[in-house]
């Protein structure tokens, strides 16, 4: 089985996420509408579909159509050229998946750094504060004291796009790159390092 083929058997949810991310890094798509390949040359911007039956693409269309009506994506055709682009709704759900499938990459080398992420998010935040701290936990944070997590691998462009995602300021959270933490002996052999 071709590694095509098996793009168009993902579950729905996933075929939305790669429209939804194809969109959020190109920003929109533009496609010649008045081509009798219009179909077709929307598909090669979600992969190689020209090869593939009819039942197989309609999954393609129908995520479209239900992003387009859920108010996700917005069609304009201007000179016979038919621009797919995310509204702010689009944007938001395409935010939700980017956050969803974050991973901070392990290095072959440690560099012998933490990343200490503090945050101060008010009362009135509650519920930013414990999702956030919920996805802390989920990449693999340890937690140093109440709102002090650290980590041994970069992870700045993570905690920008999570105080991206939650609309909080850097004064709320804050990352951290130290040399040294007394008493690390704990945290090591949390992230198994020598």
Known sequence: MS?????????????????????????????????????????????????????????????????????CLELNLKNHQLYISLTEKGKKMAGRFQINFLKIKKPLKWDAKWRLVIFDIPNFHGIKRSVFRGKLKELGFYQLQKSVWVHPYNCRDEINLLREFFGLSRKEIRLIIANDIEDSASIKKAFQLK
């Open 3 to 71: 590694q095509y083929k098996y793009y168009f058997r993902k579950p729905r949810l996933e075929i939305i996420k790669d429209i939804l991310t194809v969109l959020m890094l190109t920003g929109a798509v533009c496609i010649a509408a008045t081509s009798p390949y219009f179909g077709v040359n929307l598909m090669r911007y979600f992969k190689r579909a020209r090869k593939y039956k009819k039942s197989e693409r309609k999954n393609i269309y129908n995520a479209f159509y239900r992003l387009r009506k859920n108010g």
